[in-house]
């Protein structure tokens, strides 16, 4: 089983950057796909990107291609989310998931969630 810890999240400015981490622990991360979601405030959980596992194939969702980038380092056992040309409605707390199996773009059907890192971007 592995654990996750997502971090780098705050509150920025319309426009500006951010990266978020994701760090794994209890087994190693080039074992799992690997995706970024998040949730706004009432809303329900929306895919943002997902990797595979030696980071070769990407896919994002729609309103971050672009501005956001998926990558992996598996010997720091980490994977990131670089934000940029960030906007308000980027606001929300990002989560990321671990699964064995190669996940569809778009699925939530991971079996590992991290506890989520807030984002908030200001107009």
């Known amino acids: 089983q592995v654990q996750l810890v997502e971090s780098g999240g705050g509150l920025v400015q319309a426009g500006g950057s951010l990266r978020l981490s994701c760090a794994a622990s209890g087994r190693t991360l080039s074992s799992y796909y690997m995706g970024w979601f998040r949730q706004a405030a009432g809303k329900e959980r929306e895919f943002v990107a997902t990797?595979?596992?030696?980071?070769?194939?990407?896919s994002y969702g729609d309103p971050v291609k672009g501005r956001f980038t998926i990558s992996r380092d598996n010997a720091k056992n980490t994977v990131y989310l670089q934000m940029n040309s960030l906007k308000p409605d980027d606001t929300g707390v990002y989560y990321c998931?671990?699964?064995?199996?190669?996940?569809?773009?778009?699925?939530?059907?991971?079996?590992?969630w991290g506890q989520g890192t807030q984002v908030t971007v200001s107009s």
């Open positions: 990797i595979g596992w030696s980071g070769g194939s990407t």
């Open positions: 998931a671990a699964d064995y199996r190669r996940r569809v773009a778009g699925s939530d059907d991971y079996a590992y």
